[in-house]
């Protein structure tokens, strides 16, 4: 069935450009041909979605196979879907504007935790069971992967199963599965049983977790014979694997509106926050070789005017000086920019800058992340005050005027001599923009500092510490605004609220997962969207489901606690996350992949720089 | 160097694209096919393109006009198959010619013809409509109320007027000795999309579906939209239109005050 979607609806919202589907390199086929139907959902708008990398890869990966037929499904902004519960439209795919719920199989994309209600909220629009267990043979299989994957547990009851880690192999062999289950006319409950042996597959409802008594997880229990430990899935070799030779142009300014080249995935550093630098490792790198050829048929097949390099540390690339010599050589006569974000300030050269200066002046961001050098070393963030200092001098002697300074506030042992560290270093960039003649720099200083409040993540040496209370980070919001006096420096911080609720999410168990429920009954949704926020809510569902949040966001864990994602591998062994944690205490920094390996677990894959 | 003009249909695929993303959609159209579309010198360059009047979003057209500015020749011809082949469906390029006045698109409209689909809430037949509309253009002046950045204001719309006129859809099969009153074949389709009924919440009988065919200002100097002109009817010409569909169907250019065809060789030649 396709659903018309009228005018007057259309005319009625705002951009209805995220609803309308048709744009170039969209994918159209034949149902005739098609087997299965694999509904993309990103629970978040049409630009957040559309600006995301994985689906890109993973839409063209399933649509380059003929009896596939992937789709696109983004949350409708709140008009949009107040005039669908009026008017009877439940959520429909992009592409055909087919209704979600005839598609065979719903994957959505964990990105962040707050996006968690939207999810629930797009299940409801579908007509879909919100929870897995009321799911019959009419509905389809609901299915999650991405980053927050890796504590699925909060998702437990609504989804039916996840995917770890990253997807190019993985999702077509559920396909091939399903396919294969789809002829034989069996149960649901056959196919999950099915896809259990497939390495990465986690179906929740195949195992029992049994509390202690103070409500710590006592043990996780599989119901038959399923993995005590679910591997994450991982490509061996980023250059032999899948990547788009085209994606979709939209018609609307998305928020990533470029063609994103990813270098390598995983990250040499090891920043104890960082729950990326660890569940993505081992480092593999694309060769600049390879990464030319990319560059080049996502232009012509695109005709976009900007390339970013994408990955968690670009200046760590081994080839960047002669991967952007290419880029720039082939793409400067085309007029298309090349942007270079996520720089790290120690391996900033100006040869690099001048370089991408040549085709456009971009915005210069560092993310130096605490205030001072101790605090800096027990975060294992290897970055000095002097080597901040000289990138940005460097980079007023070249013309650039504006710098964002990224922090975080209630780090692990943060004293207020770090937060004071953060306006100290605000003031040593006004200096240093001083210093430069006049002549020299650019007109108009503008520094940003902006602090989020420090979440301990899942498979991160900080996830056994307390995130500070509200209130705590409020009051270290209030300090470093005092201490900020130049007028040159402004300062922005994030909601503690939205902060709090991430840590419960973040290292939640499988009992959060009613109140993800509550709180979208009581209406909540887009979470992440400022204006659509409503805390209260959230304490009154916690409330309601009895559930204490202190206990998940507040509480510091003994070495020894089993967390609701221990049956999870990613490789980097809980032993290692303990000793970094021990470390990050000691104030002793653990140094980079590349100069020594200090033995994580992530070579146990067999693959990347682990093996060179 | 050359600079070329064409004319353009936006369809119903891209009737919601703003005007602001449509040229970025020309642009991004032109590197994928290789068309030689010259760019500004400086910093910061950016393709040398005029486009004519921007369109609401949700109005059609079958005839947009833009001014390019070529960096290598290209025979219009073969500008308009180039194109053709890298834009996204509902943009069709269809005419096209070197413009060797210096006239710049933007600069010159005066003028743009309408095709705008109604229902009528009264039970008025079509030359009862018609009647109302005659008697609704010899008023000496029209004035409506026009929401402008500084507040609203009263307008005199009547010198914007350049001709009015009232048609029924899917009657023009009927009458095909009189061409002058065939409707756009765009208009004709949607009009027979609500009588299926295929879209959905706008369902009208046949006999409540009318075509307001217009000739109105339309640029720098003065401009009268579409939407002004339906409302202007509903307040003073005493009937109850509600615009379902509005499609532009022609943009005129001024000379010593006579109106061209955009691409009309007098406007195109040498001066």
Not at chain 1, 389 to 400: D, L, P, Q
Not at chain 1, 564 to 593: M, R, Y
Request: hydrophobic share 35%; proline share 4%.
């Amino acid at each position: 069935m396709t659903l018309k979607i009228s005018d007057q609806i259309l005319q009625s919202v705002e951009k209805p450009s995220r609803y309308i589907g048709n744009e170039w390199n969209s994918v159209h086929k034949d149902l005739k041909d098609i087997k299965a139907r694999f509904a993309f959902c990103f629970p978040d708008v049409y630009e957040i979605g559309m600006s995301h990398l994985g689906m890109k890869i993973l839409y063209h990966l399933l649509n380059d196979q003929k009896d596939i037929y992937c789709e696109r499904v983004f949350a409708p902004w709140v008009d949009m879907e107040e005039k669908m519960r009026q008017n009877g439209i439940p959520l429909f795919s992009l592409e055909s504007h087919t209704p979600v719920k005839e598609f065979d199989i719903v994957g959505f994309t964990l990105q962040y935790e707050m996006s968690y209600t939207n999810i629930v909220n797009m299940l409801d629009l579908s007509g879909i069971p919100i929870r897995s267990a009321d799911r019959g043979k009419d509905h389809p299989f609901v299915c999650a992967g991405g980053p927050c994957a890796y504590n699925p547990e909060p998702l437990a009851n609504i989804i039916d199963f996840f995917m770890m880690g990253e997807g190019e192999e993985i999702i077509l062999e559920v396909m091939d599965a399903y396919m294969e289950w789809k002829d034989s006319g069996k149960d649901r409950t056959d196919f999950l049983d099915r896809i259990a042996s497939i390495e990465g597959i986690y179906v929740p409802a195949f195992y029992k977790v049994e509390y202690n008594a103070d409500g710590t997880i006592q043990r996780m229990v599989p119901q038959g014979n399923y993995p005590q430990k679910i591997k994450k899935r991982i490509i061996k070799d980023l250059n032999e694997t899948y990547f788009p030779d085209r994606i979709i142009v939209p018609f609307m300014d998305i928020v990533h509106d470029r063609i994103m080249l990813e270098l390598f995935r995983g990250c040499i550093r090891g920043c104890r926050f960082c729950q990326a630098g660890f569940i993505y490792r081992p480092v593999r790198e694309r060769t600049p070789g390879k990464l030319l050829e990319y560059a080049k048929k996502l232009q012509e097949n695109t005709g976009y005017e900007e390339i970013s390099l994408t990955s968690l540390s670009t200046s760590d690339f081994e080839s960047l000086g002669a991967l952007t010599e290419g880029l720039i050589e082939e793409m400067e006569p085309k007029k298309v920019n090349l942007s270079l974000p996520s720089l790290r300030i120690d391996s900033f050269s100006l040869d690099l800058m001048e370089k991408a200066q040549k085709v456009r002046k971009s915005g210069l961001t560092f993310a130096p992340e605490a205030g001072t050098q101790r605090l800096r070393d027990v975060i294992n963030k290897g970055v000095t005050e002097e080597d901040l200092i000289k990138s940005v001098t460097t980079a007023f002697g070249g013309g650039w005027n504006g710098v964002k300074l990224y922090f975080m506030l209630g780090l692990p042992t943060e004293t207020n001599e770090d937060i004071e560290g953060i306006a100290d270093l605000g003031n040593k960039v006004v200096s240093a923009y001083m210093s430069v003649p006049k002549e020299k720099r650019g007109k108009g200083l503008r520094v940003t500092i902006s602090t989020s409040s420090f979440v301990p993540k899942p498979f991160t040496p900080f996830q056994w510490e307390a995130q500070d209370t509200m209130e705590t980070l409020k009051e270290k919001q209030l300090l470093l605004k005092s201490k900020i006096k130049s007028k040159y420096i402004s300062y922005n911080w994030h909601d503690p609220e939205l902060s709090f609720l991430e840590s419960v999410f973040a290292r939640g168990d499988r009992r959060v997962g009613d109140v993800l429920i509550s709180a979208w009954e009581k209406g909540s949704r887009f979470d992440s969207w400022g204006d659509h926020f409503k805390f209260n809510n959230w304490m009154e569902a916690f409330r309601d489901c009895g559930i204490d949040p202190a206990f998940y966001a507040n509480r510091k864990r003994q070495e020894g606690e089993i967390f609701p994602w221990d049956h999870i591998d990613v490789g980097v062994t809980k032993k290692f996350l303990w000793k970094e944690n021990q470390k990050a205490h000691d104030g002793d920094v653990t140094s980079n992949c590349r100069l020594d390996c200090s033995g994580c677990g992530a070579a146990a894959f067999g693959g990347g720089l682990c093996h060179e | 160097m050359s600079k070329i003009r064409f004319k353009f249909t936006r369809g119903e695929q891209v009737k919601y694209i703003s005007h602001l993303d449509m040229m970025k959609v020309f642009e991004r159209a032109a590197r994928r096919g290789n068309l030689p579309i010259a760019y500004s010198q400086g910093f910061n360059p950016h393709p040398q393109m005029v486009f004519g009047l921007p369109l609401s979003v949700g109005v059609t057209s079958e005839a947009e006009y833009a001014d390019f500015d070529l960096a290598a020749d290209m025979k219009p011809q073969d500008f308009i198959e180039s194109y053709n082949k890298v834009l996204p469906k509902g943009f069709i390029i269809t005419d096209a010619n070197y413009n060797q006045g210096k006239n710049n698109i933007m600069a010159t409209i005066s003028k743009a013809s309408y095709s705008i689909l109604v229902s009528s809430g009264k039970k008025d037949g079509i030359d009862t409509i018609c009647k109302k509309v005659e008697e609704f253009l010899s008023q000496a002046d029209i004035i409506v109320r026009k929401e402008t950045k500084s507040g609203a204001k009263d307008v005199d719309i009547k010198p914007m007027i350049h001709g009015i006129q009232v048609l029924i859809p899917g009657a023009c099969n009927e009458k095909e000795d009189k061409n002058s009153s065939c409707l756009s074949p765009f208009i004709e389709e949607y009009a027979q999309r609500i009588l299926d009924n295929s879209v959905d919440g706008q369902c009208s009988k046949s006999d409540h579906l009318f075509c307001v065919s217009a000739l109105l200002s339309a640029g720098s100097a003065a401009n009268l939209k579409p939407e002004l002109l339906i409302s202007a009817l509903n307040q003073t010409a005493d009937l109850e239109f509600n615009v379902l569909k509005i499609h532009r169907t022609g943009l005129y250019v001024e000379r010593d005050r006579r109106t061209f065809d955009p691409l009309d060789f007098e406007i195109l030649k040498v001066v």
